[in-house]
């Protein structure tokens, strides 16, 4: 899977039981942020939970042995109060994938959605709409990006690079 050339590839994931979106996009020095892969990993509703998070994990699995990705960015934990049994799911498959990164040895990265936003768009609370054009744009793709678990996987790669590219220049400027 992977191709000689790619510079350091990032993996982006957005997890969900039904549907997690992963997105991998390479960056090399001097060169702009460019699209590698991009997709979903999908279970089965009518599997078992012990079977469809086993399938996660292998999915996540091997994307991450075939991309050899430098690290992982997932959103940091957020739920609404009101739908507690959808937050309780949705920790299932994080963990797995969280689980997926300590055992193949990538760093993970967890970033806020409002920075993950703010990082692409300028704008903390920018809508879904907004994160897909500037993925989009950043990765020059003409098509709409879908489903969204796609769009915000590729966000939360490219928000990685952002961030250590802020880092960097905090450095270098001796902040």
């Not at 969280?98 to 055992?103: D, E, G, Q, T, W």
């Amino acid at each position: 899977m992977r191709e000689p050339g790619h510079g350091a590839i990032y993996l982006g994931l957005d997890p969900g039981l039904n549907t997690t979106g992963y997105g991998l996009v390479s960056i090399g020095p001097g060169s702009p942020v460019r699209l590698v892969d991009a997709g979903t990993i999908r279970t089965s509703a009518s599997d078992g939970l012990s079977k469809r998070l086993m399938e996660l994990h292998e999915g996540a699995r091997e994307l991450v042995r075939g991309y050899e990705p430098v690290a992982i960015g997932i959103e940091k934990v957020y739920s609404h109060y009101r739908h507690p049994a959808t937050a309780i799911v949705m920790a299932h498959a994080r963990g797995v994938l969280c689980l997926v990164a300590a055992l193949e040895g990538v760093p993970l990265v967890e970033l806020p959605s409002t920075r993950i936003k703010k990082l692409l768009t300028g704008n903390g609370r920018a809508s879904k709409a907004q994160v897909n054009g500037m993925v989009r744009r950043m990765l020059g793709v003409r098509e709409e990006i879908s489903p969204d678990d796609v769009s915000d996987a590729l966000a939360a790669a490219i928000a990685m690079i952002e961030e250590e590219e802020n880092a960097r220049r905090a450095c270098r400027q001796g902040h």
